[in-house]
């Protein structure tokens, strides 16, 4: 079992910055690979991007190519999503899962955080 619990949302002028932490506990021994989702109001969740779990490879859906940046700090546990150039599209709360594959599809990620909300406003 892991245990994951994300930080760091808020709400932000468009334009503006913010990290998110996502901090593993439990089994973390074995090596996840860790992804980041997102859900508007009245939207299906929507895939961000994932890391490897070596910290090495990284992948992102085109709408945060260039603006989101993934990584992690093994050591501590946590993966970090840097968000730069806010924009309103990218209100939503934001959660961050585990996987043992490398998948852009929810349900090949086995664990879950409870998400922090992010709102950008205009």
Excluded: H
Excluded at 3 to 18: K, T
């Amino acid at each position: 079992q892991v245990q994951l619990v994300e930080s760091g949302g808020g709400l932000v002028q468009a334009g503006g910055s913010l990290r998110l932490s996502c901090v593993a506990s439990g089994r973390t021994d074995i090596s996840y690979n860790m992804g980041w989702f997102r859900q508007a109001p009245g939207k299906d969740r929507e895939f961000v991007g994932m890391i490897d779990w070596r910290g090495v490879s990284t992948f992102y859906a085109d709408v945060v190519k260039g603006r989101f940046t993934i990584s992690r700090d093994n050591a501590k546990n946590t993966v970090y999503l840097q968000m730069n150039s806010l924009k309103p599209e990218d209100t939503a709360v934001y959660s961050c899962a585990a996987q043992r594959g490398w998948s852009r599809a929810s349900k090949d990620y086995a664990y879950w955080g409870q998400g922090t909300q992010v709102t950008v406003s205009s």
